[in-house]
Each structure stands twice: as structure tokens, then as C-alpha cells.
């Protein structure tokens, strides 16, 4: 009688360990992502900083693929404070989502101590 529940402990055992290296390896590329974006959104930024100090009239251009179209000042502005919106939006979506992880392999852990203890008492 306690074959089968070595058994299901055994199987438990190497479920939570395949779940906790899946979830250490998304947790891992939540952090780059979310370091690149933080790149992106402070380098957009600064670009927004520079971009404020000039004059009004000053010729600006966007780069679009291997051309450069000429943009007003406000327009280069917008575009640079959406970059940085949407990097930090992205930002938060992937906390949330590494959190979520880490909770979930907590949860299965504290699953294992129960049938460890349950074990035990028997």
C-alpha cells in the first residue's frame, strides 16, 4: 500500500520540477524583456529630452527604413512619448506576468508539503 503513494509523491516530485524550470526560464526571459524596455523607454526619453531643447523651426527627420522623412518638431515629440507609453505598459504586463509565475510554482510547492505531511501522519 505504499508503493502507490511513493508513486504519486515520486510523480508529484517531477511534475513540480519540470514546472519550477519552466517557469525559472519565462521568469528569466520576462527580466530581459523587461531590461529591454527599460532601455528603450529611458532612451527615448533622453532623445525626447534633446529633441524639447531645440527651436521650433529646427528640420527634424524620421527614420523609415533606409529613408529619412522629414517631420515638425510636435510630431517627433508625440512619437517619442508613445514609445515610452508603450514600454511602460509592457513593462507592467510582464510584471504582472512573472509575478503570476511565481506565485504558481509557490502554490505547487506548498501542494508538495501537504502531501508530504499528509504522508508523515500516516
Do not use: C, W
Amino acid at each position: 500500500m505504499a508503493a502507490p503513494v511513493d508513486l504519486e509523491l515520486k510523480k508529484a516530485f517531477t511534475e513540480l520540477q519540470a514546472k519550477v524550470m519552466d517557469t525559472q526560464q519565462k521568469v528569466k526571459l520576462a527580466d530581459l524583456q523587461i531590461e529591454q524596455l527599460t532601455k528603450t523607454k529611458k532612451h527615448a526619453h533622453l532623445t525626447d529630452t534633446e529633441v524639447m531643447m531645440l527651436q521650433d523651426e529646427t528640420r527634424m527627420y524620421e527614420g523609415v527604413g533606409r529613408m529619412f522623412i522629414l517631420q515638425p518638431k510636435g510630431v517627433i515629440h508625440n512619437q517619442l512619448l508613445e514609445k515610452q507609453r508603450i514600454a511602460e505598459e509592457k513593462i507592467k504586463e510582464l510584471e504582472q506576468k512573472k509575478s503570476y509565475l511565481e506565485r504558481s510554482v509557490k502554490e505547487a510547492e506548498d501542494n508538495i508539503r501537504e502531501m508530504l505531511m499528509a504522508r508523515r501522519a500516516q
